[in-house]
Every structure is written in structure tokens, then in C-alpha cells.
């Protein structure tokens, strides 16, 4: 056993191959996906459903190994099926964290017992709490795709009821906004977004993708749409990056891409917190 990290001098071509082009696509389509939904994420205190989604998604990736499906189609299935019924049970936020931590613990009692069947899942299972954005397959990217399509058209159709919905439940509520049923469309939206960024980033890093830049940017900026854009940019450049960085040092491209994230969430934060103290 040894540490293979290093600088890689054929870095340039290591990008220029077929493996690496899918991987920036794959996950310029996920970063897309992540800023159209990122900023609802934050406003509606769902960063917990997000981080469980792709906890729920654990057993239909188990099952798809058992049956013999794609790893997608089964993430796919839990995820959406998981988010519309934490939609359906929680109208509001402290609702959604009943219906979120329920769900969660039978889809992980399920995932459990799932993967004590599989006999053959052990780099299945690795790939879906870490993510293997270098290995994504051009049936992926059109499932990406489709989720990017799907999501951008959604989110354009219920964008200003939504973002009511979001702010103020209650007076959205009151002026006759239909809430519960913008919950569980949102909802489904996540679990799009979710099952695509598993595959990307995986179970346990998740949250830097989807959350992250969304929150750095509502820091920057309090206009929604700017807000959503920004997110949306520093998704992108953050996959870039770190796919760059993955290709020069030999990395798993998840580690720099939530480490540059992450990186700059911090210094926006402390700047965000010297600029709020009182002047002396």
C-alpha cells in the first residue's frame, strides 16, 4: 500500500480523453441541476431532506443490484418516491423534518437488509456514498440531461408561487397559494436533483454540491434570481476545477471539487461576519 498522489505532467491529455470529456459533461449537467435547486433548498430549511434523499436512495441502489437494474434507475425511484412522500406528509418545515427522519429510518433499516442479500455490491456501494463522476456512461448523461431539462422547465413554470410558498408558508397559504401541493412538487424536484448528484459527488458529500454554493450565494446577494445564478455558476466552475485538479494530482475528482466549495463558503462567511460587526 502506498500514497499514489502526485503531479501528473499528462494532465492535459488525461482531460482531452473520452473518460474525462463525459466527466466534465456529467457534471456540468449535475451543477446545472444543483443551482436551479440549491437556493429553494436553503429558503425552505430543507437542507436535511436533501442530505436524507440520498440516504433513501441507499436501498433502491441495493435492490437495483439485486435485480440486475441500473444503480440509476433504482437511486432514481427511492429518491423521487422518498421526497413525494415527505412532500405529501409535510406542508411545513417542522412537519417536513417528522416526515423526513421517518421515511429515512425505514429506507436505512431497508438499504441494511438489502445489502446483507448482495453478494457483489461492495464497489456498488462505494460509488453511491462517494460518488464516480469519472465513470459516468453517455446513458447517464442522458439522464442528466432529460433531469436538467425537466427541472429547468418545473422550476420556470412555479418559480414566483414557489418562492411566495418559500418565504412566507403562511401568508402564501392565506392568499390562496396552493402550499402543500408546491411542497410536494418541490420535492420531487429535489429528488431529481438528488439522484443526480449521487452519482457525482456520492451519499456523503452530497450536501457541498447541493447546499453549499446556494448558501454562499444568498450571502452575496439577496435577489433570488441573481442568487440562483450565482449558485448555479459556482457549481460549475467548483466541477471544473476540481475534475482539473483531479487530473494533475490523481485525486477522486469528489475531494477537490467540495473542497474548493467548501473553501469558498468559508471565506465568504467570515468576510459576510467582519462586515456585520458594529464599528467601534
Known amino acids: ?3 499514489a498522489l502526485g503531479y501528473q505532467q499528462n494532465w492535459v491529455e488525461i482531460l482531452g480523453s473520452p473518460f474525462m470529456r463525459n466527466a466534465v459533461l456529467g457534471g456540468t449537467l449535475v451543477a446545472l441541476a444543483a443551482g436551479l435547486i440549491g437556493y429553494f433548498i436553503v429558503v425552505r430549511s430543507s437542507a436535511f431532506a436533501a442530505h436524507a434523499l440520498a440516504h433513501i436512495g441507499f436501498p433502491g441502489a441495493t435492490g437495483a ?15 423521487v418516491g422518498g421526497a413525494l412522500v415527505i412532500g405529501a406528509l409535510g406542508k411545513r418545515a417542522d412537519e417536513r423534518e417528522v416526515a423526513t427522519g421517518t421515511v429515512l429510518a425505514a429506507a436505512t433499516g431497508l438499504g441494511l437488509f438489502f445489502n446483507s442479500l448482495a453478494t457483489k455490491s461492495s464497489s ?28 429547468a422547465a418545473v422550476v420556470g413554470l412555479v418559480y414566483r408561487p414557489l418562492l411566495f410558498a418559500s418565504v412566507d408558508a403562511a401568508v402564501a397559504e392565506a392568499k390562496g397559494v396552493p402550499v402543500r401541493w408546491l411542497s410536494v412538487v418541490f420535492m420531487a424536484l429535489l429528488g431529481v436533483a438528488v439522484t443526480m448528484a ?19 450565494a444568498i450571502m452575496l446577494t439577496p ?18 476545477a476540481g475534475l482539473a485538479c483531479s487530473a494533475m494530482f490523481n485525486l477522486p475528482p469528489s475531494f477537490p471539487i467540495v473542497t474548493i466549495v467548501s473553501t469558498i463558503w468559508l471565506v465568504v462567511w467570515v468576510a459576510a461576519q467582519r462586515r456585520s460587526q458594529p464599528v467601534r
Open 124 to 151: 456498488t456501494m462505494t460509488n453511491v456514498l462517494f460518488g464516480n463522476l469519472l465513470a459516468v456512461s453517455r446513458d447517464q448523461l442522458i439522464g442528466f440531461a432529460v433531469g436538467v431539462v425537466l427541472l
Open 1 to 3: 500500500m502506498y500514497l
Open 223 to 240: 435577489r433570488p434570481a441573481a442568487a440562483m445564478a450565482m449558485s448555479t455558476a459556482l457549481s460549475v466552475v467548483a466541477v471544473w
Open 65 to 79: 443490484v439485486l435485480l440486475g437494474l441500473p444503480v440509476s434507475a433504482g437511486l432514481a425511484v427511492f429518491c
Open 198 to 216: 449521487v452519482q457525482a459527488v456520492g451519499t456523503l458529500l452530497l450536501f457541498a454540491l447541493v447546499v453549499t454554493p446556494a448558501a454562499t
